[in-house]
């Protein structure tokens, strides 16, 4: 498995405008990492690969969702050195994933407690499953002291089918996580 990827990709990031022009104009600014028990991909920095359009959208649907009205919504652009990255497009990845699950699922039923579980169909911004599973298979790898992962990408299917009996969805976008500062090269 090719962990370390070879290549760069253009990312990009919802926010809003104040952010924007304060990572432009202040070198020493950079975008806070996300830690909510809901994000899909665990905590990192969240940037959608190569669809600037799709992010702008998020962001208006995101300031709409959560009643901010003060606010411009904004996207900011960055090249991503991907670093050690969970690929969740490739094999090796997502059987360490479905090891973590396992993991995860011994532990809470030893404690007597279900696990968590991802928000029915339709609220796809709540992943709580995923985002553990996620974190439990970075925390697993820092107590075999094997190297952390820089970042973590995976497809994501979202939104109404573009035509009837397809599963190419209208909002589909693939979504990186950033752990490391390191990886985004050019804000």
């Known amino acids: 498995m090719y962990q370390r990827l070879p290549n760069w990709v253009l990312g990009f990031h919802g926010t809003d405008e104040d952010t924007v022009n304060k990572i432009l104009n202040n070198p020493e600014s950079h975008l806070n990492s996300s ?64 090891l973590a699950h396992e993991v995860l699922a011994t532990d809470f039923e030893a404690l007597g407690s279900p696990l968590p579980e991802n928000a029915p169909d339709g609220k796809l911004w709540s992943k709580n499953l995923d985002c553990l599973v996620i974190d439990t298979l970075h925390a697993t790898r820092e107590l075999m002291e094997m190297a952390s992962y820089d970042s973590v990408r995976s497809a994501f299917q979202e939104g109404a089918p573009t035509y009837p009996g397809t599963e190419f969805r209208m909002k589909n976008h693939i979504q990186i996580a950033v752990r490391s500062h390191t990886c985004i090269l050019n804000p």
């Open 35 to 98: 830690a909510n028990a809901h994000d899909w991909l665990g905590k990192g920095i969240y940037f959608w690969e190569n669809d600037p359009a799709r992010v702008l959208e998020f962001s208006k649907e995101r300031m709409r969702w959560k009643g901010i009205t003060d606010k411009t919504p904004a996207v900011i652009g960055a090249i991503i050195d991907l670093g050690l990255c969970l690929n969740l497009f490739e094999q090796p990845a997502l059987e360490q994933l479905s």
